[in-house]
């Protein structure tokens, strides 16, 4: 009896970490357990590593987004407009024009900010602000009358890192119809929060498609498809 135990005792002694962790059936240590120099060991950890690494890279995709949107608070000194738009004030009815920041931390691989300054005035409802990437185009539409008085120019190889892009004329009474109140921007901001949550919790399906080594994930519209990418898009933008 004591001989079986010695050799029960013996036989765990020698299990492989693996086999002892039940990732593998069966494996013998024959190296003195020196992992370190075990070639068997660092086949079983590269193996494990390219399992692992496209759901990490999954979930980056999407955590960053949710850090960017966790990071953003409401400021008092931009005017946060309807459909996206954002504005600051540089002398009476004057203002800089830009992309809400909600809707930035959306936005990827974005090849061109577009603003047709040759449309000097812009009615509402018409599109003052077009964003292409390789996942298409969507529009922002003026939410008021609006007057173009000149484009901000960008040399940035990332339109994104220009705040503002243009300088427009918003008369005081067109800027109190478009503006969003703080209750209005602070839903926006958990409706934002709530469809970046939903797509955390999709992860695994949403990716399958990305799971085949065939592609590395490193953007939203790459996890959720570009048609789906441009309706969240849109859906941010009231459409």
């Given at each position: 009896?004591?001989?079986?135990?010695?050799?029960?005792?013996?036989?765990?002694?020698l299990k492989?970490?693996?086999?002892?962790s039940?990732v593998?059936?069966?494996k013998?240590?024959?190296?003195?357990?020196?992992c370190?120099?075990?070639?068997?060991d660092?086949?079983?950890r590269?193996?494990?590593?390219?399992q692992?690494t496209?759901f990490?890279?999954?979930a980056s995709?999407v955590?960053?987004v949710?850090g960017?949107?966790?990071?953003?608070?409401y400021?008092d000194?931009?005017?946060?407009?309807k459909?996206?738009?954002v504005?600051?004030?540089?002398?009476?009815n004057?203002?800089?024009l830009?992309i809400n920041?909600?809707?930035?931390?959306?936005?990827d691989?974005?090849?061109?900010?577009?603003?047709d300054?040759?449309?000097?005035s812009?009615?509402?409802?018409?599109?003052?602000?077009?964003i292409?990437g390789i996942?298409?185009?969507?529009s922002?539409s003026s939410?008021v009358k609006?007057l173009?008085h000149?484009?901000?120019?960008?040399?940035?190889?990332n339109?994104l890192?220009t705040?503002w892009h243009?300088?427009?004329?918003?008369?005081?009474?067109?800027?109190?119809r478009?503006?969003?109140?703080?209750?209005?921007?602070?839903n926006?901001?958990?409706?934002a929060?709530?469809?970046?949550?939903?797509?955390?919790?999709?992860?695994?399906?949403v990716?399958?498609t990305?799971?085949?080594?065939?592609?590395?994930?490193?953007?939203?519209?790459?996890?959720?498809?570009t048609k789906?990418?441009?309706?969240?898009?849109?859906?941010?933008n009231?459409?």
């Amino acid at each position: 009896m004591n001989n079986e135990n010695e050799c029960h005792s013996n036989y765990e002694k020698l299990k492989c970490i693996w086999m002892a962790s039940q990732v593998i059936e069966y494996k013998l240590c024959d190296n003195k357990f020196d992992c370190e120099n075990c070639m068997f060991d660092k086949v079983m950890r590269n193996l494990m590593n390219k399992q692992e690494t496209p759901f990490k890279e999954v979930a980056s995709v999407v955590d960053v987004v949710s850090g960017k949107l966790n990071s953003i608070k409401y400021d008092d000194k931009i005017i946060y407009l309807k459909n996206n738009l954002v504005a600051k004030e540089i002398c009476s009815n004057t203002f800089y024009l830009g992309i809400n920041p909600i809707l930035n931390c959306f936005l990827d691989t974005v090849s061109s900010i577009t603003i047709d300054d040759g449309i000097r005035s812009i009615s509402t409802g018409q599109q003052i602000i077009q964003i292409s990437g390789i996942w298409g185009t969507v529009s922002l539409s003026s939410p008021v009358k609006i007057l173009i008085h000149d484009k901000v120019s960008n040399t940035n190889d990332n339109p994104l890192m220009t705040q503002w892009h243009a300088i427009i004329g918003i008369e005081n009474r067109e800027l109190l119809r478009g503006r969003l109140s703080r209750e209005e921007w602070d839903n926006m901001h958990l409706r934002a929060l709530s469809i970046i949550e939903e797509i955390k919790s999709e992860v695994p399906k949403v990716g399958d498609t990305m799971m085949d080594g065939g592609n590395q994930i490193k953007f939203l519209h790459q996890l959720v498809g570009t048609k789906k990418y441009i309706i969240i898009l849109n859906t941010l933008n009231g459409q």
